[in-house]
Every structure is written in C-alpha cells, then in structure tokens.
C-alpha cells in the first residue's frame, strides 16, 4: 500500500514537472495545414496579437501571430505596429481549426508613384456608380477619391461598402496618385454624422 502511495506521489510529481516546462504565454501547437500562403490588403488591426487581411478572392481571413511570428518589407525585419490598414502583404500561415497563425508577413512595397497620403475631410457626395467619393478637407478643398477593388471601408470598427457611405461624415482616407487620380487605398469613418 505504501508503494502504491509513493508511486501516484511520484507520477503526480513528474506530471506537474512537465506541464510547469512550458512556458508561461507559449504558442499553442499548430497541427493541420501547414504552410499555405495568403495575398491581400491589410484591413485592420485587433489589439497587438489579430489582424483582419481581405485576400485578392475578396474574402476577409482574421490572423493571428504568435512570438515567432516574422515581419519583413523590402528584406528587412519590421514589427507588428508597421502594418497599416490598406498596406499589400503577402503572409505564409498554417492553419488549426478555425484558427489562422501568421508565420511570417511580407509587408507590399508601393511603387514610386503610389506613395500613401493621408486625407481628412467631409463626404460631399458619393457616386456609387462610378466608385467616387468627394471629399471637402478643412481648407475647403474638394478632392475626388476614386475606390477600387482593394479598398477597404470602415466604420465603427466594422467593414462596411461603399454604399454605406453618406454625405456628412467626417473621414480620414488614405490615397496613391496614380495616373492623376486619387486612388483610395482605405477610408475609415471617424465620426457618425449628427
């Protein structure tokens, strides 16, 4: 019987010893799908841990990183902080379940005459047939954003369509030049109009 005591004492030693071995916020094994890679836009961020990447199949993927995930523009090593709403990336994952890890992040780089510019303003008008949205800035300048495939909308923290823009609504827009016009990258609604 003593035997019998001393031995569940050992074993009830040797199985808190194993799960005291792994350290304290470590990654949770990946098991299926290794290996897959994802391209898209960057459409936003969830704390310091998730971002939200609509792929070129139109389909919204939330990622996850862990402590070994890499980040990488222009062959160089980046953080998570560098990712931005609108930015290219091209990310290798493997998959558990539901969950998709981020291995490693390729952030895009933007040809010379795509340099992202940063615009605030009003909606004047949105003419949804023809992808535009004008936009009055604080110094009374009217500038027409052109939408594309790869622009993305946000409000309250939520996707949201072109359609769902309305005059009135104070936004911040993020735009390349390209081939004269101002081509929206991402436009983020910062406050409901009253």
């Given amino acids: 019987m003593r035997r019998l005591q001393t031995l569940s004492l050992v074993l009830a030693t ?23 890679t994802i391209r898209g836009r960057v459409v936003k961020l969830h704390g310091t841990d998730r971002f939200v990447v609509r792929t070129t199949s139109n389909k919204e993927v939330i990622l996850r990183t862990r402590t070994a995930t890499k980040y990488l523009r222009n062959n160089r090593a980046v953080r998570f902080a560098d990712l931005r709403a ?15 890890y981020a ?15 940063t615009l ?5 008008r949105v003419l949804e047939p023809d992808h535009q949205i004008i936009v009055r800035t604080p ?4 500038v027409i954003l052109f939408a594309e495939k790869g622009t993305t909308f946000t409000l309250d923290d939520r996707t949201v369509r ?5 005059p009135g609504m104070s936004v911040k827009a993020k735009y390349a030049v390209k081939n004269k016009k101002h081509m929206a990258r991402s436009i983020v ?4 109009r009253r």
Avoid: Q, Y
Wanted: aromatic content about 2%; hydrophobic content about 40%.
């Fill in 14 to 36: 040797l199985a808190l010893a194993f799960a005291c071995t792994a350290p304290a916020g470590a990654d949770p094994p990946v098991r299926t799908k290794k290996g897959t």
């Fill in 86 to 100: 609108g930015v290219p990336v091209t990310i290798l994952v493997d998959e558990d379940g539901d969950v998709v």
């Fill in 103 to 117: 291995n490693s992040v390729t952030l895009g780089e933007l040809a010379a005459d795509e340099d992202v510019t």
């Fill in 120 to 124: 605030e303003g009003t909606i004047v």
């Fill in 139 to 142: 110094a009374r300048k009217e």
């Fill in 162 to 166: 072109l359609v769902d823009l309305r």
């Fill in 189 to 192: 609604v910062t406050k409901r």
